[in-house]
């Protein structure tokens, strides 16, 4: 399920950026403000993900993200964005492990993040805008397990300061209206820290296709 996810989510940036190639639009000015939403997949990156006991296997990985995005073009050439979102964490590779030795597991993760963003823009063109994202947030996760009759949290998942680096290309179909391809990199260090001190930078990829509104 995991590369059928992947194999459709690039199907639709390749179907994507085919449109745009071909795609015409008018000179008409556009806001200074815009809005946004997106959704996609958040791929765990790094050994953060990997079990601590159970090596070779994966804790976390791909899950379903949400994101939301308010922009104000600051400059011809750069804007400031707020994000925020979130999503799921999977744990199926860990659970099906787990119950294959035979315990009796469920396991659940998600995580949440809020950033603010410097935008570059590389490209911009009528139909076409190519932006470049660098910035500071906060990326929170979280996660439960329940043995048997037992449910505890994952408490070695730590709140954390994040760098967050990205890019986006928008193709204007209407001249105030933009499908999105987003794509992001998020690092926070020490995201995981258990009882005996040991601790892992969290890093991830966001990958989300979305619309963005300019009143």
């Known amino acids: 399920m995991?590369?059928?996810?992947?194999?459709?989510?690039?199907g639709l940036i390749v179907a994507v950026?085919?449109?745009?190639?071909?795609?015409?639009?008018?000179?008409?000015?556009?806001?200074?403000?815009s809005i946004g939403a997106?959704?996609?997949?958040?791929?765990?990156?790094?050994?953060?993900?990997?079990?601590r006991y159970a090596?070779?296997?994966?804790?976390?990985?791909?899950?379903?993200a949400l994101e939301f995005i308010v922009e104000y073009q600051l400059a011809s050439w750069m804007g400031l964005a707020v994000t925020g979102g979130g999503g799921s964490l999977g744990t199926g590779e860990w659970v099906?492990?787990?119950?294959?030795?035979?315990?009796?597991?469920t396991a659940s993760a998600m995580m949440y993040d809020f950033s603010l963003l410097i935008r570059p823009y590389v490209l911009q063109r009528p139909a076409h805008v190519v932006k470049l994202d660098v910035g500071i947030g906060c990326f929170s996760p979280r996660g439960s397990e329940?043995?048997?009759?037992?449910?505890?949290?994952?408490?070695?998942?730590?709140?954390?300061?994040?760098?967050?680096?990205?890019a986006e290309y928008c193709w204007f179909?209407?001249?105030?209206?933009?499908?999105?391809c987003h794509v992001g990199l998020t690092y926070t260090d020490g995201g995981v820290k258990y009882a005996d001190d040991f601790s892992k930078a969290v890093m991830g990829m966001p990958l989300t296709i979305?619309?963005?509104f300019h009143p």
């Open 2 to 10: 995991r590369h059928v996810n992947r194999a459709c989510f690039a």
């Open 17 to 33: 950026f085919l449109a745009a190639g071909v795609a015409g639009q008018t000179e008409k000015p556009r806001g200074k403000f």
């Open 38 to 51: 997106g959704a996609g997949i958040f791929q765990s990156l790094g050994g953060w993900a990997d079990h």
């Open 55 to 64: 090596p070779g296997i994966n804790q976390f990985t791909t899950g379903f």
């Open 96 to 105: 099906n492990y787990a119950q294959s030795l035979g315990d009796d597991i």
């Open 146 to 166: 329940t043995f048997q009759y037992f449910s505890y949290d994952y408490s070695f998942l730590k709140n954390g300061f994040a760098f967050v680096f990205g």
């Open 173 to 180: 179909f209407k001249p105030k209206l933009a499908l999105a």
């Open 210 to 212: 979305g619309i963005r």
